[in-house]
């Protein structure tokens, strides 16, 4: 199994940045693609960012494209997502997730996940 634990959280003013980060730990061999999700309150989970583990494949829901950044490091077996610019439509619980099974492209549907952390809030005030 694959244990993504996002962490980088917090509140931040409209038109600030964060950043957020994903340790994975486990059978980390095995992981495709991790990606990013967003729930707000009273609204279903969505596609955020995702990026092929062993290779620089990355994708981007339109909402964040520009704004957000999906990267590795290698070395630490960690992805982060960099937050700029960030909207007060931003404001979600985030979740990384890691997907085993080898696709063309990486998916943007929530079930192509295999494992989830437990979230790290991001909240934007104005």
């Known amino acids: 199994q694959v244990q993504p634990v996002e962490s980088g959280g917090g509140l931040v003013q409209a038109g600030g940045s964060l950043r957020l980060s994903c340790a994975a730990s486990g059978r980390t061999g095995r992981i495709y693609a991790v990606g990013w999700f967003r729930q707000a309150p009273g609204k279903e989970r969505e596609f955020v960012a995702t990026?092929?583990?062993?290779?620089?494949?990355?994708y981007y829901a339109d909402s964040v494209k520009g704004r957000f950044t999906i990267s590795r490091d290698y070395a630490k077996s960690t992805v982060y997502l960099q937050m700029n610019s960030l909207k007060l439509e931003d404001t979600a619980l985030y979740y990384c997730a890691a997907d085993e099974e080898p696709t063309v492209v990486p998916g943007r549907a929530p079930e192509k996940y295999d494992y989830w952390g437990q979230g790290t809030q991001v909240t934007v005030s104005s």
């Open positions: 990026k092929t583990w062993s290779s620089n494949i990355v």
